[in-house]
């Protein structure tokens, strides 16, 4: 049995509370939705799935080589919306831009992963941070309304110097996320 894996950008505390004061807001509307805890925020970059722990050590070296070859860059989040749409939302969500150079790292990701018998995307990645999953319809209506008032809000920056490596464990309470690895941006110093 592998471990559930993924790579990701973290998101600095200080957003992560930010964001977080908004999906307070966003819960008091009452709707049926699985809201990602805090600690859980990040930005996926490649869901691996069920990754044996062998693979481990030529993931890291792909990814380290992959990252040097970019630098450091940052990426702004502002604006909500949904999945697949807002009239019928599956997945909330907060809007990543200034984001060519995440698309390209992405890309890169992907093709790197695939080298390793990772399946490609098959859908274009869109940057994004998911906040919640919506489970039901119930109290749709007064959640599309509160997500309207986030379309022009801007949460702050994230900056772009490492790529992560994470462990996903699925438990009763919801999944937990743990840092295998962190791969540094740039060349070294």
């Known amino acids: 049995m ?51 722990e062998e693979l481990l050590k030529d993931i890291n070296e792909r990814l380290f080589s992959l990252a040097k070859s970019y630098e450091r860059f940052s990426l702004q989040v502002s604006g909500a919306g949904a999945f697949p749409n807002i009239k019928y939302p599956r997945v909330i969500w907060l809007g990543v831009h200034d984001s060519e150079e995440i698309i390209k790292l992405q890309r890169d990701i992907d093709e790197s992963m695939a080298g390793l018998g990772f399946e490609k995307d098959d859908k274009q990645f869109t940057p994004h941070l998911t906040i919640g999953r919506v489970k039901s319809m119930r109290n749709k209506d007064a959640l599309i309304k509160e997500l309207a008032t986030l379309k022009e809000v801007d949460f702050g920056k994230i900056g772009v110097n490492n790529i992560t490596m994470m462990k996903s464990e699925l438990k009763p309470g919801g999944a937990e996320h743990f840092k295998l690895s962190e791969i540094p941006i740039g060349k070294e110093l």
Not at 18 to 39: F, M, Q, T
């Open 2 to 52: 592998g471990l559930r894996c993924f790579i990701s950008l973290e998101l600095p505390e200080e957003l992560k509370k930010n964001i977080y004061g908004y999906i307070e807001k966003l819960k008091a509307a009452g709707a049926d939705v699985k809201w990602i805890p805090p600690e859980n925020l990040h930005l996926t970059l490649k869901f691996l799935g069920n990754t044996q």
